[in-house]
């Protein structure tokens, strides 16, 4: 039985520890904000924290979760109003929009640890995270503007 | 979430009836009381000088499937609660364009609803009522434009009609103005009165809507919301947040998860399977076969293979990977791109049949002083949406209800009701949010997976999730082509023949049996059609069959035909010792619209679907755009060394576009874009915002396959399977300035495409520059990501 958070609630797994964070999240918890892109951890749709950090949900299973705290994009902020998310829609950076909770999760990872990147830190961050609309000139440019405060 | 979608689908369920039912009643109820207060429907009389009157134009909308439907009506699109809520009906699908709110925007704007106080709710797939749905092609404002506007003048003019009922003035007294219909005085000044929409809408919704020949639109200077580029997408807040609906959000009571094992070869069959291992994994209820369609052509009809089911999507990919089957791969597993593209390249050398004749390029080819031969080449490609395939589907009581992502949720509910052998009354479509789309989800074979395996669960809810390798292995792909330009030049250096040979599987092979030869609507993308102004003019298709299910890919044959003919003028310009700009609008020549008929185009060439005469081919606005993009990119500027300017333009789905791309070529000869600026034209224009997001999205997909995104054959399998061995522009590589140029329209020209004509600019433009960076030739499709 692994014990960890979910966006503050306690939780608890009974199943298979080597379940990724991601199937657990969108099938057990009915959390599914946390996207299924690739399943190898080479797309960051389902970017999510873990105490604090950008981990990819599908490569962190619910061993590696054991005693930590889990933050989903529905958990970042209570109002959704996270300086990330207030960026994202100043610039109205999505186009489909499904890359963009893994996205958003890792600009605020990024953020919490560095709060004024450069440009070259913003690229080397973001670069795993994929946008198949190409929205990546707003992604930029938001995660600049939330460094600033929105 | 199955709570959200519930209520939206029974929300318009409810208000269609009650608007359709209430109309009839109230009528019945007023009739008399209207007509002894002097009511007429006098809508004809002007009631602003700030309105024109329709002037309806044909569009190929009319020939789509059901086209308009009743789009136009608004007891079907638009509902106004009492408390002046206004809900509007979208009936494309939105995946990344921003439909969902423009065309909503069209219809808020001309019945002058405050936008704050509009909704907006997804239409299942029903094309007899909302017009057609197929979310493809570059349609959706194109041809619904119209309709939208007529809807939202409709509405507008039957508030402002039953405004006048209460106050018993003439209607030419009431004008309806920011949600508000407001009292004039004769002199058409406001008097102070105003009636809110939540007021009037009982009565409005009662009345018949106005006769078209009656409709007064807004002129763009009244426009509020048109135009203006300050309207969000109304998911904004949802997507952000983690609460939008897609497609693997949607979750049903007791739902099953599912994924199929597929043959790896187009065409192949089970010959034995063994579940036993898969069948231990934990959360595993059932693996049984699913049956394919074999038969030629296989339309969108599904692969086959093995089903397995269980608890979680995790539990079905472990025990799907358990699986052990035996393939016969059939025929197709001679499908091998490498020996492909050599044959394709050999039948390119050889004349073929040919489909545009104007002139003799024969005599001019003999005649020439010099000559110019360029060969280029495209690999596969795969749409690769974000969101990976996937369809909830359930059975109950004889009904069937599935929701997707789906471009085109009508055709999806006839080969469902189908397969299914239900009448189409008991089959609902759904439509939820797209994780991308590009041309991959308006092929159905995947809801019908659902919906059989549903079927076999005796109507048990399931979702039927794709793996990305699933995607990647199982798509439609775009066609592998070799594009072959010849041209001819005299003594001063002009163009006196022009010979383009196409070698590609054509997408008919998807449809009807395969004569290796493409047909109208490819040979209308960028080859019959380039608007050259040379003399002999010769286009020609080579023999090509398809060993692969053939498909679309956002801008289809467009993107390999103009990375051939845009790299042709650049060298040929080169050769001639021209400038590649200079050259390009020579080319295009003198402005006019082109006539077909005199150029030896074949009789339909599908000109995009529209009538030819309300859409032609207009040089000067192609020539405009080249002329926007040049200078603001500062072409003929001096560049450091490894720097250099690229340009490509056309004419697709009506709209005009040029691209330079401005390349930076490393020191270790990776290639990179600082800057690229697109200017286009694509005739009213209603949501800018959007329309420079579609292009700077343009720009990184045109780097995606320009430099890394092809898909190859061995054995008849597909060798690629995720983004670990299929690559995609990410942050580290991408055009990180994109400008974006749109032209101002001129009164009467049509609303044009936008969701396509940005993306094939911008692979012969960045071939074009890396040339003029370095002087190296790149002519294969992807390049690659260093220049070698």
């Given at each position: 039985?692994?014990?960890?958070?979910?966006?503050?609630?306690?939780?608890?797994?009974?199943?298979?520890?080597?379940?990724?964070?991601?199937?657990?999240?969108?099938?057990?918890?009915?959390?599914?904000?946390?996207?299924?892109?690739?399943?190898?951890?080479?797309?960051?749709?389902?970017?999510?924290?873990?105490?604090?950090?950008?981990?990819?949900?599908?490569?962190?299973?619910?061993?590696?979760?054991?005693?930590?705290?889990?933050?989903?994009?529905?958990?970042?902020?209570?109002?959704?109003?996270?300086?990330?998310?207030?960026?994202?829609?100043?610039?109205?950076?999505?186009?489909?929009?499904?890359?963009?909770?893994?996205?958003?999760?890792?600009?605020?990872?990024?953020?919490?640890?560095?709060?004024?990147?450069?440009?070259?830190?913003?690229?080397?961050?973001?670069?795993?995270?994929?946008?198949?609309?190409?929205?990546?000139?707003?992604?930029?440019?938001?995660?600049?503007?939330?460094?600033?405060?929105? | 979430?199955?709570?959200?979608?519930?209520?939206?689908?029974?929300?318009?369920?409810?208000?269609?009836?009650?608007?359709?039912?209430?109309?009839?009643?109230?009528?019945?109820?007023?009739?008399?009381?209207?007509?002894?207060?002097?009511?007429?429907?006098?809508v004809s009389v002007p009631n602003a000088e700030a309105l024109e009157p329709l002037k309806p134009y044909p569009t190929?909308g009319?020939?789509?499937?059901?086209?308009?439907?009743?789009a136009s009506?608004p007891?079907?699109y638009v509902?106004?609660?009492?408390?002046?809520?206004v809900?509007i009906?979208?009936?494309?699908?939105?995946?990344?364009t921003g439909i969902?709110t423009s065309l909503p925007m069209v219809v808020a704007d001309e019945m002058e609803a405050d936008w704050s106080?509009v909704?907006?709710?997804?239409?299942?797939?029903?094309?007899?009522?909302?017009?057609?749905?197929?979310?493809?092609?570059s349609?959706s404002m194109r041809h619904f434009i119209q309709p939208m506007r007529e809807c939202g003048a409709a509405m507008r003019q039957?508030l402002e009609?039953?405004?006048?009922?209460?106050?018993?003035?003439?209607?030419?007294?009431?004008r309806a103005k920011a949600h508000h219909v407001v009292?004039l005085?004769?002199?058409k000044?406001e008097?102070?009165?105003?009636?809110?929409?939540?007021?009037?809408?009982?009565?409005?919704?009662?009345?018949?809507?106005p006769?078209r020949e009656s409709l007064l639109f807004k002129t763009p200077e009244e426009f509020t919301l048109m135009r203006k580029g300050e309207t969000k997408i109304?998911?904004?807040?949802?997507?952000?947040?983690?609460?939008?609906?897609?497609?693997?959000?949607?979750?049903?009571?007791?739902?099953?998860?599912?994924?199929?094992?597929?043959?790896?070869?187009?065409?192949?069959?089970?010959?034995?399977?063994?579940?036993?291992?898969?069948?231990?994994?934990?959360?595993?209820?059932?693996?049984?076969?699913?049956?394919?369609?074999?038969?030629?052509?296989?339309?969108?009809?599904?692969?086959?293979?093995?089903?397995?089911?269980?608890?979680?999507?995790?539990?079905?990919?472990?025990?799907?990977?358990?699986?052990?089957?035996?393939?016969?791969?059939?025929?197709?597993?001679?499908?091998?791109?490498?020996?492909?593209?050599?044959?394709?390249?050999?039948?390119?050398?050889?004349?073929?049949?040919?489909?545009?004749?104007?002139?003799?390029?024969?005599?001019?080819?003999?005649?020439?002083?010099?000559?110019?031969?360029?060969?280029?080449?495209?690999?596969?490609?795969?749409?690769?949406?974000?969101?990976?395939?996937?369809?909830?589907?359930?059975?109950?009581?004889?009904?069937?209800?599935?929701?997707?992502?789906?471009?085109?949720?009508?055709?999806?509910?006839?080969?469902?009701?189908?397969?299914?052998?239900?009448?189409?009354?008991?089959?609902?479509?759904?439509?939820?949010?797209?994780?991308?789309?590009?041309?991959?989800?308006?092929?159905?074979?995947?809801?019908?997976?659902?919906?059989?395996?549903?079927?076999?669960?005796?109507?048990?809810?399931?979702?039927?999730?794709?793996?990305?390798?699933?995607?990647?292995?199982?798509?439609?792909?775009?066609?592998?082509?070799?594009?072959?330009?010849?041209?001819?030049?005299?003594?001063?250096?002009?163009?006196?023949?022009?010979?383009?040979?196409?070698?590609?599987?054509?997408?008919?092979?998807?449809?009807?049996?395969?004569?290796?030869?493409?047909?109208?609507?490819?040979?209308?993308?960028?080859?019959?059609?380039?608007?050259?102004?040379?003399?002999?003019?010769?286009?020609?298709?080579?023999?090509?069959?398809?060993?692969?299910?053939?498909?679309?890919?956002?801008?289809?044959?467009?993107?390999?035909?103009?990375?051939?003919?845009?790299?042709?003028?650049?060298?040929?310009?080169?050769?001639?010792?021209?400038?590649?700009?200079?050259?390009?609008?020579?080319?295009?020549?003198?402005?006019?619209?082109?006539?077909?008929?005199?150029?030896?185009?074949?009789?339909?060439?599908?000109?995009?679907?529209d009538?030819?005469?309300e859409f032609?081919?207009d040089?000067a606005r192609?020539?405009n755009v080249?002329?926007i993009?040049?200078?603001?990119?500062?072409?003929?500027?001096?560049?450091?060394?490894?720097?250099?300017?690229?340009?490509?333009?056309?004419?697709?789905w009506g709209t005009a576009v040029?691209?330079?791309?401005?390349?930076?070529?490393?020191?270790?000869?990776?290639?990179?874009?600082?800057?690229?600026?697109?200017a286009l034209d694509c005739g009213f224009y209603v949501n800018p915002e959007r329309i420079r997001s579609q292009i700077?999205?343009?720009?990184?997909?045109?780097?995606?396959?320009?430099?890394?995104?092809?898909?190859?054959?061995?054995?008849?399998?597909?060798?690629?399977?995720?983004?670990?061995?299929?690559?995609?522009?990410?942050?580290?590589?991408?055009?990180?300035?994109?400008?974006v140029h749109i032209v101002e329209p001129k009164a009467g020209q049509h609303a044009t495409g936008i969701?396509?004509p940005?993306?094939?600019?911008?692979?012969?433009?960045?071939?074009?520059?890396?040339?003029?960076?370095?002087?190296?030739?790149?002519?294969?499709?992807?390049?690659?990501?260093?220049?070698?």
């Amino acid at each position: 039985m692994a014990t960890f958070t979910v966006n503050g609630e306690s939780r608890t797994f009974d199943g298979d520890p080597g379940t990724p964070l991601l199937w657990y999240l969108r099938d057990e918890a009915g959390l599914t904000g946390t996207k299924y892109g690739c399943g190898q951890g080479v797309c960051g749709a389902c970017t999510i924290h873990l105490d604090g950090v950008a981990v990819r949900a599908c490569m962190t299973t619910i061993e590696m979760a054991e005693g930590k705290s889990v933050t989903t994009i529905e958990g970042l902020s209570a109002d959704g109003e996270h300086a990330v998310q207030k960026a994202w829609r100043q610039l109205s950076v999505p186009q489909c929009g499904f890359c963009q909770a893994g996205q958003i999760m890792q600009a605020a990872s990024l953020l919490s640890k560095n709060n004024a990147p450069s440009d070259d830190e913003i690229v080397e961050e973001m670069s795993g995270n994929l946008c198949r609309c190409g929205c990546y000139q707003r992604i930029h440019a938001a995660v600049r503007l939330a460094a600033g405060g929105v | 979430m199955l709570h959200y979608l519930e209520k939206e689908a029974r929300k318009l369920e409810h208000r269609s009836t009650r608007a359709i039912i209430e109309n009839v009643s109230r009528r019945k109820f007023l009739g008399g009381a209207l007509a002894a207060s002097g009511f007429v429907l006098a809508v004809s009389v002007p009631n602003a000088e700030a309105l024109e009157p329709l002037k309806p134009y044909p569009t190929g909308g009319e020939g789509m499937p059901h086209g308009y439907g009743k789009a136009s009506d608004p007891h079907v699109y638009v509902s106004i609660a009492n408390d002046g809520a206004v809900t509007i009906v979208t009936h494309r699908a939105e995946m990344g364009t921003g439909i969902r709110t423009s065309l909503p925007m069209v219809v808020a704007d001309e019945m002058e609803a405050d936008w704050s106080r509009v909704s907006v709710v997804q239409a299942p797939g029903d094309e007899p009522l909302y017009g057609n749905q197929d979310t493809d092609g570059s349609r959706s404002m194109r041809h619904f434009i119209q309709p939208m506007r007529e809807c939202g003048a409709a509405m507008r003019q039957m508030l402002e009609t039953a405004a006048a009922a209460k106050w018993g003035v003439d209607v030419s007294l009431c004008r309806a103005k920011a949600h508000h219909v407001v009292l004039l005085d004769e002199a058409k000044k406001e008097t102070g009165p105003k009636l809110g929409y939540g007021e009037l809408s009982e009565a409005a919704m009662a009345l018949p809507v106005p006769p078209r020949e009656s409709l007064l639109f807004k002129t763009p200077e009244e426009f509020t919301l048109m135009r203006k580029g300050e309207t969000k997408i109304v998911d904004l807040r949802d997507i952000t947040v983690g609460k939008a609906v897609y497609g693997a959000d949607v979750r049903l009571p007791g739902m099953k998860f599912a994924v199929i094992a597929r043959p790896p070869v187009l065409g192949g069959k089970i010959k034995s399977f063994d579940a036993t291992e898969a069948k231990k994994i934990p959360g595993v209820e059932s693996v049984f076969e699913i049956e394919g369609v074999y038969d030629v052509p296989r339309k969108f009809g599904q692969l086959g293979g093995v089903a397995v089911v269980a608890n979680s999507t995790y539990a079905a990919i472990l025990a799907r990977d358990a699986l052990e089957i035996e393939w016969d791969d059939g025929p197709n597993a001679s499908y091998d791109s490498v020996p492909f593209f050599k044959e394709m390249s050999k039948t390119a050398s050889e004349p073929g049949k040919v489909i545009r004749n104007q002139g003799d390029f024969d005599a001019a080819w003999n005649g020439a002083k010099s000559t110019f031969t360029g060969e280029y080449h495209m690999q596969h490609l795969v749409q690769a949406p974000m969101e990976p395939l996937v369809c909830v589907a359930r059975i109950e009581g004889g009904k069937a209800e599935v929701w997707a992502p789906v471009q085109s949720p009508y055709g999806a509910r006839q080969d469902i009701a189908a397969a299914l052998k239900l009448p189409i009354e008991d089959v609902t479509v759904h439509v939820t949010l797209l994780g991308g789309g590009f041309g991959r989800k308006s092929k159905w074979d995947y809801m019908v997976e659902a919906a059989l395996i549903s079927q076999k669960l005796e109507g048990k809810p399931v979702l039927l999730q794709w793996t990305r390798d699933d995607d990647t292995r199982h798509s439609f792909y775009h066609t592998a082509s070799v594009e072959r330009i010849d041209m001819a030049f005299d003594e001063a250096g002009k163009v006196t023949g022009f010979r383009h040979r196409t070698v590609a599987p054509s997408i008919l092979s998807t449809f009807a049996p395969d004569s290796g030869y493409q047909f109208n609507i490819e040979y209308g993308m960028g080859f019959v059609n380039t608007p050259f102004d040379v003399p002999n003019i010769r286009c020609e298709n080579g023999k090509a069959m398809a060993h692969t299910r053939i498909g679309w890919y956002r801008s289809v044959s467009n993107i390999p035909r103009l990375f051939a003919v845009q790299s042709a003028v650049c060298e040929a310009a080169h050769q001639l010792g021209k400038d590649p700009k200079d050259f390009l609008l020579e080319l295009i020549g003198p402005d006019r619209k082109l006539d077909p008929k005199a150029l030896g185009f074949p009789e339909d060439f599908w000109n995009y679907g529209d009538p030819y005469e309300e859409f032609p081919i207009d040089t000067a606005r192609l020539k405009n755009v080249v002329r926007i993009a040049a200078e603001k990119a500062g072409w003929g500027k001096e560049l450091p060394k490894g720097q250099g300017l690229g340009i490509a333009a056309h004419i697709a789905w009506g709209t005009a576009v040029a691209t330079v791309v401005h390349a930076e070529v490393t020191d270790d000869g990776t290639i990179t874009v600082p800057h690229a600026v697109t200017a286009l034209d694509c005739g009213f224009y209603v949501n800018p915002e959007r329309i420079r997001s579609q292009i700077e999205g343009a720009a990184v997909m045109g780097m995606s396959h320009a430099l890394y995104s092809g898909i190859t054959f061995k054995n008849g399998a597909v060798e690629q399977s995720n983004f670990s061995d299929f690559s995609i522009a990410t942050m580290r590589n991408f055009p990180r300035q994109v400008d974006v140029h749109i032209v101002e329209p001129k009164a009467g020209q049509h609303a044009t495409g936008i969701g396509e004509p940005g993306l094939p600019p911008f692979a012969p433009a960045l071939a074009n520059a890396v040339f003029a960076a370095t002087g190296k030739r790149l002519r294969n499709l992807p390049m690659g990501e260093k220049v070698a």
